[in-house]
């Protein structure tokens, strides 16, 4: 294994560590643990949103803390959801008073870890509202959850939800929105190689020098199938035509694009791929209203891609192109 890291097992401490020293003006570090907040939260009069789950998917959650997205995220270890209490002291450091929306991916472990503090919450007498993400039509169960699994579309929930609260919207609004983008967000990946969780030392699969893995989770969870490698154009219209398939979208309907990076698949691949994605949707009649190419949601150091595909309407689309401001994503 060879990886830059010190000690496996203090690999989220030392990366929010650094992560704190290259953003002091976005981020601070909870006295609660491994939480990373909104450097001005607890902001009063609006209501706070909070995410996380398992390290390895960087910049996702932390990067996204800023203005117009999400007020705290809770780091778990590596690929393991963060225990109740993690979560529940998120909750408590950035509730302002108007409640806090937990934006959580389904994943056994976040769902019912989530849950357990949203309760412990309720006895404090915060209002908290969850949402639970699952826009990967790849594989309905899977090794870590029952359902659709959560990808790369949770980004699109931190934004819109984010750019609501930051309106001033009540608790009630800002969850209803964020329903309404996990309602028309899917999402399908693959991968070329594995990835290595520190603890463990070794690749939690394997492929073989021509094989791909299709639809697998961002865990390394198995997909619908493996198979030689292809050209990028016929790998990214599977994985369009699935989504597609999953949501069928008119001529003339706008969306949103994510091009989602691994972490270990070259900018320009992910170019590559949203050049077919392009010309997809372009051929049906669905106009591209935004696209964002490189890694949001990745899975340590393995390569390959997801696409991520929003139907927009109008009050989503002023909210995508609203205002954010956090070390992973600036929209202006």
Do not use: W
């Amino acid at each position: 294994m060879k990886k830059l890291i010190n000690n496996p097992e203090y690999v989220v401490e030392d990366m929010i560590s650094g992560m704190i020293a290259a953003h002091p003006e976005y981020l601070r570090k909870s006295d609660a643990g491994n939480i990373l907040v909104r450097k001005e939260s607890p902001i009063k009069g609006k209501v706070a949103l909070v995410s996380g789950g398992g390290s390895g998917h960087e910049p996702s959650h932390a990067g996204y803390v800023g203005k117009g997205m999400l007020d705290g995220a809770v780091a778990g270890a590596v690929f393991t959801s963060p225990t109740p209490d993690q979560v529940y002291e998120a909750i408590k450091e950035v509730d302002g008073g108007e409640g806090v929306l937990l934006v959580v991916k389904n994943y056994t472990g976040d769902i019912m870890n989530f849950d357990m503090a949203k309760d412990m919450a309720d006895m404090d007498g915060i209002k908290v509202e969850s949402v639970v993400v699952n826009d990967d039509v790849a594989v309905e169960n899977s090794t870590y959850t029952a359902g659709r699994r959560g990808i790369a579309g949770t980004v699109f929930v931190h934004k819109i939800a984010g750019a609501k609260a930051e309106q001033g919207a009540s608790l009630e609004e800002v969850k209803r929105v964020a329903e309404k983008v996990v309602a028309n967000v899917r999402s399908m990946g693959m991968a070329l190689s594995s990835c290595i969780v520190p603890a463990a030392g070794k690749a939690n699969f394997t492929l073989a020098e021509n094989e791909v893995e299709i639809g697998m989770g961002i865990h390394g969870e198995p997909g619908t199938h493996r198979g030689e490698i292809k050209t990028a154009d016929e790998i990214t219209e599977h994985l369009v035509t699935k989504i597609l398939e999953d949501m069928p979208l008119g001529k003339g309907i706008e969306v949103a694009v994510m091009v989602n990076g691994l972490s270990g698949t070259p900018l320009m691949e992910l170019y590559i791929a949203n050049k077919k994605v392009s010309e997809i949707l372009c051929e049906k009649g669905i106009k591209v209203h935004k696209t964002l190419v490189g890694e949001f949601m990745t899975s340590l150091e393995m390569a390959g891609f997801s696409v991520t595909i929003l139907k927009l309407d109008d009050e989503l689309k002023a909210l995508l192109d609203e205002k954010a401001d956090t070390p992973a994503l600036k929209v202006y």
